[in-house]
Nanobody, 124 residues
Framework: QVQLVESGGGLVQAGGSLRLSCAASGRTFSNYRMGWFRQAPGKEREFVAT????????YYVDSVKGRFTTSRDNAKNTVYLQMDSLKYEDTAVYYCAASRWVVVTTSPRNFENWGQGTQVTVSS
């Protein structure tokens, strides 16, 4: 298993930026595809972005394309989510998750390990 801890959430005005970090420990981080999900109050957990184990490929939900960027530093066992041009509707608890899937997957069921989440609040 890999243990995940998110940080970097907070309160930001619409149009602003935040960078989330997710630090991993335990099993070899570089073996895992990483994903970002979010959950707003009263809504189901939603896929946001995923990055391959090497960091060579990424995939995003349409609503964040061009605004969010995920990256990873395998030497630091950390994955990042840079969020720019934030909108009120981006408000949610953001989670990072680890998967052994090699191909792109957006289903939470395919991610075995999860962080505790970090709150992102965007004021309008």
């Amino acid at each position: 298993q890999v243990q995940l801890v998110e940080s970097g959430g907070g309160l930001v005005q619409a149009g602003g930026s935040l960078r989330l970090s997710c630090a991993a420990s335990g099993r070899t981080f570089s073996n895992y595809r990483m994903g970002w999900f979010r959950q707003a109050p009263g809504k189901e957990r939603e896929f946001v972005a995923t990055i391959s184990s090497s960091g060579g490929s990424t995939y995003y939900v349409d609503s964040v394309k061009g605004r969010f960027t995920t990256s990873r530093d395998n030497a630091k066992n950390t994955v990042y989510l840079q969020m720019d041009s934030l909108k009120y509707e981006d408000t949610a608890v953001y989670y990072c998750a680890a998967s052994r899937w090699v191909v792109v997957t957006t289903s939470p069921r395919n991610f075995e390990n999860w962080g505790q989440g970090t709150q992102v609040t965007v004021s309008s």
